[in-house]
């Protein structure tokens, strides 16, 4: 009967040695951490890249008007080329090689110009870039500087309807130059949030 009893209490799994201390404190629960969401830009800022948009559509009626007239601006710039001067073979040829290639390569020009200048907005809007809004100071007067020079070859005729369209886009260009600036869409784009948006002037 006694080895009995030891088989028993050797099939039995040892027992499991009792834990010395306080009781196990209950798991914790852990929030997310959270993160503050940045201010959407000033108003001041969004009109500046409406009027920046505005300015690109606009030059859309000029760039098909243009089109339909390189024949007739090459020739005006042609006589403009060799007026009052005596010009030999080769500076005729010259001249009009000049005079063909020219209206084209400023409408390209253009074209490129406000499609940079879209991208940059959007840089400037999207990761409230100063370098962007710079960028844009420079790319907008060579564009001014462009359109000014692309008037005087497209437009050798009255035109009125387009030249409004014209002197549209030109001040829509202007117009967003000047909003980017102020106390407003500085402050944002250094990400300093607390100026309020009346002070956007």
């Known amino acids: 009967m006694p080895r009995e009893t030891d088989d028993n209490q050797s099939d039995r799994p040892p027992a499991s040695p009792r834990r010395s201390g306080p009781p196990p404190r209950p798991p914790v629960s852990v929030k997310p951490f959270e993160v503050a969401a940045a201010p959407k830009a000033p108003t001041r800022l969004l009109i500046a890249g409406c009027l920046w948009l505005l300015s690109a559509l606009l ?9 339909g007239r390189f024949d007739e601006n090459s020739a005006v710039l042609l006589e403009r080329l060799t007026k009052d001067r005596d010009n030999t073979v080769a500076e005729l040829d010259s001249a009009r090689g ?16 406000v499609v940079v200048q879209l991208g940059f907005v959007a840089l400037m809007i ?12 420079v790319f907008g007067i060579m564009t001014l500087g462009l359109l000014v020079l692309w008037h005087d070859i497209v437009f050798t005729e009255p035109a009125p309807i387009h030249q409004i369209v014209f002197a549209l886009q030109a001040v829509s260009l202007l117009a967003a130059m000047l909003a980017m600036f102020g106390d407003a869409p500085t402050a944002w784009l250094r990400g300093e949030f607390g100026v309020p948006e009346s002070s956007q002037g």
């Open 59 to 67: 030059a859309l009626p000029t760039v098909v008007y243009a089109q």
């Open 98 to 113: 000049i005079a063909d290639a020219l209206p084209p390569a400023i409408l390209g020009a253009v074209l490129v110009a």
């Open 126 to 137: 999207m990761k409230r870039s100063r370098g962007a809004r710079a960028a844009l100071v």
